[in-house]
């Protein structure tokens, strides 16, 4: 198992995401970085927002590590909480939250590449 992506960007309209371009990042992540896959959910803090973590988390080894692109990540933390805990997942190893908000493309791609070395490493990987 690899670091996964997830991009969540407050269903596309917030300002604090328009100068990025989520298509070139996504695909930067699953085309250069070593993760299994790269996806976008639309807002992952509202009702199938939930119900997409209960389906998605289901039957994961604990180890893998979950990278949300997205807002600030003690906000993270607090709204998926609870989802990771009924999956027996902790947010404090299994996922790790990054504020791509208010940042160029160019540098939402550093940082994630950053993140997928650093879940590398906390998944022995690295
Ligand atoms: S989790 Fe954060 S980035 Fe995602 S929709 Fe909610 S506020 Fe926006």
Redesign the pocket.
Known sequence: MKPRLIM????GE?PGFKDLDLWRLVNYARNELDVEYAIV??????DD?DRFWSDYLKGDNNDTVYI?G???PR??RK??KEAFAEKGLDVEKNLLPLDL?NLPTEEAMKKVQEAVEEAKKIMGKG
């Open positions: 969540c960007i407050c269903t917030c959910h639309p807002q992952l803090c509202v927002g949300v997205g807002c600030d906000t993270q709204l998926f908000r």
